[in-house]
């Protein structure tokens, strides 16, 4: 089993940053490819962020791209959202998870590989 708890949402004026943390416990972090997905109101889970067990690869849902950076820091079991000139249209549930990948190197994109997930951080973007 592995356990995530997020952090770091909130409320935040478009244009704003804001930095999310997940602290995963229970088994190796480093076996674990990790993402981001984030679930707007009325809409489904979708895939934000994606980065690989050795943090070399990462991948980002097209809007997101150039505005939020994943990254983990493999010592401290974390890994970050870093979330910059945020928009009325970021605002949702946030939620890290973990997938169990054999290459260390490859992101993976795909919600139904991730089996284990944070309870979520909501972050609001006001206009």
């Known amino acids: 089993q592995v356990q995530l708890v ?7 004026q478009a244009g704003g940053s ?4 997940c602290a995963a416990s229970g088994r190796t972090f480093s076996d674990y490819a990790m993402g981001w997905f984030r679930r707007a109101p009325g809409k489904e889970r979708e895939f934000v962020a994606g980065i690989s067990r ?3 690869t990462t991948d980002y849902e097209v809007s997101v791209k150039g505005r939020f950076t994943i990254s983990r820091d493999n010592a ?3 890994v970050y959202l870093q979330m910059n000139n945020l928009k009325p249209e970021d605002t949702a549930i946030y ?4 997938a169990t990948s054999f290459n260390s190197a490859v992101v993976v994109s795909l919600l139904t590989r991730y089996a284990y997930w944070g309870q979520g951080t909501q ?3 006001s206009s």
């Open 54 to 56: 050795n943090g070399g």
């Open 6 to 12: 997020e952090s770091g949402g909130g409320l935040v």
């Open 18 to 21: 804001l930095r999310l943390s």
């Open 76 to 78: 401290k079991n974390t």
């Open 95 to 98: 939620f890290c998870a973990a």
């Open 123 to 125: 972050v609001t973007v």
